[in-house]
């Protein structure tokens, strides 16, 4: 019982709207939460011989926070509404189609092959990557032929951003929204029917406090800020990333609110990116955020290749 009480404490403590980060976290793992959950229900079934009434208000308790994971995860499933609709790929020319491969690479990972061997088997017209250093950015040159255009920013503090590209970048700029360490790239990119769209590529800092990059005290607006921006502009609009975030947070809620976007994964699925690194506690943190004018041929989680990121994936239709 004391552990079902623990996941019924933290199912509430998940729902508040709060900028204390260790509060904040608590609503990253639903899945994990809400299978534990079940998993102590069923045993508090099977193993309670004597049922008094604390065991049903315990049970009904339970019943609740299982439901409300339930409520909140559920947008994410293909029980619900696609926010983003779908389109065959047969249907779709390849000159209104755009493909695009997001990978946080993790810093310390040294495993560049991998990485690569993931672009040449997808061919995607553009590769966001995160955290990348001089190191990575200098082993991706390897791409410099495939993708001529380029917005580099490797930075030491797991913030640095490579955006490879083989349709043209145009008005390209390195953007700071929040953190004078922390880039993001925004541009217009044209498509091979003539037509343009506006990239916005971000990497918000994580909720928890770190000193590389500072910011201890700080309240991490980045992703709202993007929003604001978005919203000011009005044109079709990519925003893709490492959201450092989940998309049922009351933050990301805001952004696409704001911003009038939707994700790709609504009514599909989780599609996990994070962590690579364990079986259960697995939450999705990378993003692409679409306007009204795209629909979603084909997405993908793709193999992991030594990073705690999953590489994200996905073929999109410009159909304005």
């Known amino acids: 019982m004391g552990c079902g009480i623990f996941l019924i404490g933290v199912t509430l403590l998940s729902l508040l709207n709060t900028s204390h980060w260790y509060l904040a976290v608590l609503g990253f793992p639903r899945l994990a939460i809400l299978i534990a959950l079940v998993t102590c229900g069923v045993l508090c079934l099977l193993l309670s011989a004597k049922k008094q009434v604390s065991y049903f208000i315990f049970t009904a308790c ?30 779709v020319s390849r000159q209104s189609s755009i493909s695009m491969l997001i990978a946080n690479v993790l810093m310390s990972n040294r495993n560049t092959k991998g990485l690569l061997e993931q672009i040449n088997s997808r061919e995607p017209d553009m590769v966001l990557a995160m955290e990348v250093n001089s190191r990575w950015v200098n082993d991706l040159r390897v791409l410099d032929k495939s993708y001529p255009y380029q917005i580099l920013f490797p930075t030491d503090n797991t913030y640095g951003m490579s955006l490879y590209s083989k349709l043209p970048l145009t008005s390209s700029k390195v953007l700071f929204l929040n953190n004078k360490k922390v880039p993001s790239f925004q541009c217009m990119v044209r498509l091979r029917n003539g037509k343009t769209f ?84 697995k939450w999705p943190l990378d ?34």
């Not at 041929?297 to 990121?309: I, P, T, Y």
Request: aromatic residues 12%; contains cysteine.
């Open 62 to 91: 339970l019943l609740v926070s299982v439901c409300l994971q339930v409520w909140i995860i559920l947008p994410y499933t293909s029980l619900s509404q696609k926010k983003v609709k779908s389109v065959d790929a047969d249907q």
């Open 198 to 281: 506006q990239l916005l590529t971000v990497h918000p800092v994580a909720p928890k406090p770190s000193l590389h990059p500072d910011n201890m005290g700080e309240k991490e607006n980045g992703l709202l800020k993007a929003a604001y921006l978005v919203a000011r502009e009005k044109i079709p609009t990519v925003v893709a990333g490492d959201f450092n975030d989940v998309g049922w947070s009351y933050t990301t809620s805001n952004f696409s609110d704001i911003s009038n976007l939707n994700d790709v994964r609504c009514g599909r699925g989780l599609y996990n990116t994070f962590s690579a690194h364990t079986f259960i506690f």
């Open 287 to 320: 993003y692409i955020y679409v306007s009204d004018e795209f629909k979603v041929v084909n997405l993908q989680r793709l193999s992991a290749f030594g990073s705690d990121h999953y590489p994200f994936y996905a073929q999109l239709a410009f159909l304005p």
